[in-house]
């Protein structure tokens, strides 16, 4: 699915990546193969971001979030190995556990005031 927003809530465990645009929302779950809890050996945790990386594919704008630092570190590891959704990643914010739905309206709201700012034409 080719939208333009998504958003990305992720721990070091796995990654609920949703996609969606004013009619459409995608949603799918990537859960890292490590069996060690916040231990994730480098391959590992490389295979997972290259997963959600590649669920990412045609998303303009996408906000990153979660409790801990994978967000931040996945946003890292983009700048080297997927310059193209680093370009795409306009911030990473904290938060919880939100649902799916709760997780999209965050999102919402959160482009909403981002598109406006930038005077994005696409949400007007």
Not at 37 to 51: L, M, P, S
Request: hydrophobic letters at 40%; charged letters at 25%; proline letters at 2%.
């Amino acid at each position: 699915m080719s939208t333009f927003h998504a958003v990305v809530w992720m721990d070091h465990q796995e990654a609920h990546v949703v996609m969606f645009d004013r009619e459409h929302v995608e949603a799918q779950r990537i859960k890292t193969r490590s069996h060690h809890k916040h231990q994730g050996k480098g391959g590992d945790t490389a295979a997972f971001y290259a997963e959600v990386a590649k669920a990412l594919a045609g998303a303009h704008e996408v906000l990153l979030t979660g409790p801990g630092l994978a967000r931040n570190e996945f946003r890292d590891w983009c700048t080297s190995h997927q310059k193209s959704i680093a370009a795409a990643v306009v911030d990473s914010i904290a938060s919880d556990h939100p649902s799916d739905a709760q997780l999209v309206a965050m999102a919402k709201q959160y482009f909403k005031k981002f598109d406006a700012m930038a005077a994005d034409p696409s949400q007007t």
